[in-house]
C-alpha cells in the first residue's frame, strides 16, 4: 500500500512551501527534485530553494504590494518566510537573505522533516498515482513538459528571464561607492545600500557600450520569438529603448545623493548584500545575457566597479508557464482534475514571494482536500486573492506572468488622496479580510 498521502513535484520556493504545508497538517508528503541528478541551465547547487536571481523577496513594508503579500503570508503560516527571518541580511526595508543560508535552512528543515520523504528523482510525467502539486518551476524539463501538454491539450508559454551579477566586496572602489539608502537624511545611520554613482558623460558611454555588447545565444530556446517579462528586462534590452531609459529604471538616482558634490548623480548603480558575512554584493535590477567576456569589461565602466571581482555573472534562461486562465480553478487545482493542485512561477505569477504563497495556497488545498473540506479561495481584497485571480481569470490569448501590485486589487470605495495612505488603506482592509476568512 502507498503510503505516501500526496507528491509534490519540485523543491523550489512554490514545491517546498507546498511540501511543508501539507506535512505539518499531518499528511505523509513525498517530494521529488530533480537536482543534482538532473541539473539546469540556472541552478548552481542541489538546495531546496535556491534563489537564482536577485537576494531579496521584496519590500517588507505592509504598505508595499509585496510587503502586503510577506503580511498574509505570515498570517497563514509561511515556511518561506520564516526561513527567510532566519537568513535575513540587511537590506533596508527589503526582506533579503543570505541565499547559501537560506536555501540551507529549507533544505534542512524539509529533509528531516518525519511526514516528508525526499526522493532525487527527475519525475517525467504528470503524477497519477496520488493527489499532487506540480512546482516545476521555470525549468521544468522536458518530459515532464510534454506529460504537462499532453494532460491539458494547450501549449506551454514561455518568456526568458535573465540573472544579475554578483560581485566581492573586497574588489569594489569605496572612494567612489557610496552607502546610502534612497532619501536618507543627513543625520541618519548608513544605509543598507552601496551606490555607484555615474555622471552624464559616463553613463552615457555606459549605455553606448551596451547597445553594442554581443549577447550570449540563448542555447536551444526559440530564438525567433523572445517574450521578455516587462518587470525583469535584461539591462541590455532596456538601453535598447532609448538613452534615458536606465536613468528612468533601474539606475535612477532619486533620493541619493554623492556625498563626493553633494548633489544627486545623473544615473546611480545600486549593490545590495548578498550574503551574511557581507562579502558579496549584487547588482540590483542589473540582470543581463551580454556575453561574459563583454559584461565583465562593460560592468567595469561603472565607477567604483573598475577593479570589480565577479563572482557570478549574468545568463538568460527560459521560463516556463501554463496557460492558467484556460485550466486552472482560483484554489490552483486543474478545473478537469480537482486532486491535481499547481504552484509557482509554472501558473504565470512572478516573484519569488508569488512563487512560495501560491505553493503556500496549494499545499493548504490539497491537504483541504484529503481531508474533505472546502477549499480556500482567499478574498479578492487580499494580495494572494487577486494575484490567484488575476492568473485563472485573464484573457488567455494575451496572458502574461503577473507580480504582486496594487493595480490588480478591487478599487477602494473612498480612496485616499495620498499614494502612500491609499496604499495602506489596500493593506488594511486586506489584512482585515483575511484575518476574517483565514483557515482555522
Keep these: 500500500m502507498e503510503p505516501f498521502s500526496a507528491h509534490v513535484v519540485g523543491a523550489g520556493l512554490a514545491g517546498s ?14 517530494l521529488s527534485e530533480m537536482r543534482p541528478r538532473v541539473p539546469t541551465p540556472a541552478h548552481l547547487t542541489d538546495r531546496f530553494a535556491e534563489l537564482v536571481c536577485s537576494n531579496s523577496l521584496g519590500s517588507d513594508l505592509p504598505d508595499r504590494a509585496g510587503g502586503l503579500l510577506h503580511a498574509e503570508m505570515r498570517l497563514l503560516g509561511s515556511f518561506i518566510v520564516a526561513c527567510a527571518e532566519v537568513a535575513r541580511v540587511p537590506a533596508g526595508n527589503a526582506l533579503a537573505v543570505d541565499r547559501d543560508r537560506f536555501a540551507e535552512e529549507v533544505t534542512r528543515r524539509l529533509s528531516s522533516h518525519p511526514n516528508i520523504e525526499v526522493r532525487r528523482e527527475e519525475v517525467t510525467a504528470v503524477p497519477q498515482a496520488l493527489p499532487a502539486v506540480v512546482a516545476s518551476g521555470p525549468l521544468t524539463s522536458p518530459p515532464l513538459a510534454a506529460s504537462i501538454r499532453e494532460l491539458t491539450g494547450t501549449d506551454a508559454l514561455y518568456f526568458y528571464d535573465a540573472i544579475a551579477p554578483i560581485v566581492e566586496h573586497d574588489s569594489l572602489d569605496l572612494s567612489v561607492c557610496f552607502r546610502s539608502s534612497r532619501y536618507a537624511e543627513a543625520d541618519q545611520a548608513e544605509g543598507d545600500y552601496l551606490n555607484c554613482p555615474l555622471n552624464r558623460e559616463e553613463y552615457r558611454r555606459f549605455v553606448e557600450a551596451l547597445k553594442a555588447a554581443e549577447r550570449m545565444p540563448l542555447r536551444d530556446f526559440e530564438q525567433e520569438d523572445e517574450q521578455f517579462f516587462e518587470s525583469c528586462l535584461p539591462i541590455e534590452v532596456l538601453a535598447s529603448r532609448g538613452d534615458d531609459a536606465l536613468a528612468f529604471g533601474p539606475m535612477r538616482p532619486v533620493g541619493l545623493l554623492d556625498p563626493r558634490t553633494g548633489r ?54 527560459r521560463n516556463t508557464f501554463i496557460n492558467s486562465p484556460r485550466l ?24 519569488y514571494a508569488g512563487n512560495a504563497a501560491t505553493g503556500l495556497l496549494a499545499g493548504i488545498n490539497l491537504a483541504r482536500r484529503l481531508e474533505g473540506k472546502p477549499l480556500l479561495v482567499l478574498p479578492r481584497e487580499t494580495m494572494l486573492g487577486a494575484l490567484c485571480h488575476y492568473v485563472t481569470h485573464a484573457e ?45
Design 17 to 30: 512551501e507546498a511540501a511543508w504545508q501539507l506535512a505539518e497538517r499531518g499528511h505523509r508528503v513525498l
Design 264 to 317: 544627486r548623480p545623473h544615473a546611480v548603480v545600486q549593490l545590495r548584500q548578498d550574503n551574511l558575512a557581507g562579502s558579496l554584493y549584487n547588482l540590483v535590477g542589473f540582470q543581463t545575457n551580454v556575453k561574459w567576456g563583454e559584461q565583465e569589461r562593460i560592468l567595469r565602466l561603472i565607477p567604483g566597479l573598475e577593479r570589480a571581482e565577479f563572482v557570478r555573472l549574468g545568463q538568460m534562461h
Design 396 to 440: 488567455p490569448k494575451h496572458f502574461q506572468p503577473m507580480k504582486a501590485n496594487f493595480g490588480i486589487l478591487p478599487p477602494l470605495e473612498a480612496p485616499p488622496r495620498s499614494k502612500r495612505d491609499r496604499y495602506q488603506a489596500y493593506a488594511d482592509r486586506a489584512l482585515t479580510a483575511l484575518e476574517a476568512g483565514a483557515p482555522r
Design 328 to 351: 486552472l480553478d482560483p484554489a490552483l487545482f486543474l478545473r478537469k482534475r480537482p486532486d491535481l493542485f499547481f504552484a509557482g512561477q509554472i501558473v504565470g505569477v512572478e516573484g
